[in-house]
Nanobody
């Protein structure tokens, strides 16, 4: 069982920045993907960004050029640097870990961007 703990959410004004962190409980050897998803009440959870164990990144079109995903394997942590935040980025952000078809989720961290 892999546990994920997100941190770094909060309230920020439009144009500001936040960095989210996701700590993974286990050291994993293998091919995996970690990522960030977000969800607004009443809407489906959507992909924000992912990074594979090989370092390949993928971003939603809405965040390209503003958000950067990275990871520190020594710290078992994946980060999401969010710049130029917009009110539309307001959501609960969830960390995801995928290995061999199994998905694990954190409990989420709330990001609120005021206009």
């Amino acid at each position: 069982q892999v546990h994920l703990v997100e941190s770094g959410g909060g309230l920020v004004q439009a144009g500001g920045s936040l960095r989210l962190s996701c700590l993974r409980s286990e050291v994993i050897i293998g091919i995996f993907t970690m990522g960030w998803y977000r969800q607004v009440s009443g809407k489906q959870r959507e992909l924000v960004a992912t990074i594979t164990s090989g370092g390949i990144t993928n971003y939603a079109d809405s965040v390209k050029g503003r958000f950067t995903i990275s990871r520190d394997d020594g710290k078992r942590t994946v980060y999401l640097q969010m710049n130029s935040l917009e009110p539309e980025d307001t959501a609960i952000y969830y960390c995801n870990f995928e290995l061999g078809g199994l998905n694990y989720w954190g409990k989420g961290t709330l990001v609120t961007v005021s206009s």
